[in-house]
């Protein structure tokens, strides 16, 4: 995956990292559509208001702290990360390889680039989920990942759209 970041050599590894980082628990195979997804999918989403008023719509003790992730990431330098990324194919060869392309998969993930903030250990990237079982359905988040000790984690998930 390509970054949104400006480091040349940053640029085009970190990426692929922080997927393999984030999905090396799993044990499930996990189905991408082979293109990214473009901004306008996601951007009026994309806002500092929007992430205070959904980061936790139901208050609980595990639910990390907004502040941390708000004091060390400016919406003005994200949002004009997307707007700099042009579309890309996703890099298979990269990743993990239980994370795969989506051939006939009914069941698959759409995610966009990923977002760094100027320091380079936070990222947010949006995904989108599509489930054909009986029914269709589907939903979206951001996810929020943080660099601690070298390694990337989910730091926090933000649910845009449930259908």
Known sequence: ???????????????YIIFN????ESNTIIYLEPFFIESKEFQDYFNKDFFKNNWSPIPSDTTPNINEFLAENN????KEQITQSPNSRIK????????????????YIK?????????????????????????VGSSSYFIICK?????????????????
């Open 147 to 163: 660099k601690e000790n070298s390694v990337w984690k989910i730091y926090h998930k933000i649910l845009v759209l449930l259908g």
């Open 92 to 107: 298979f060869e990269k990743l993990n390889p239980r994370i795969r392309k989506k051939n006939n998969n009914k069941n």
């Open 21 to 24: 980082d984030i999905y090396k």
């Open 111 to 135: 995610i966009s680039k990923l977002i760094f903030n100027k320091k380079e250990n936070w990222v947010v990237f949006y995904t989108y989920t599509v489930y054909s079982a009986n029914y």
């Open 75 to 78: 919406f003005e330098y994200l």
């Open 1 to 15: 995956m390509l970054l949104f970041g400006v480091n040349s050599s940053f640029y085009g590894q970190e990426e």
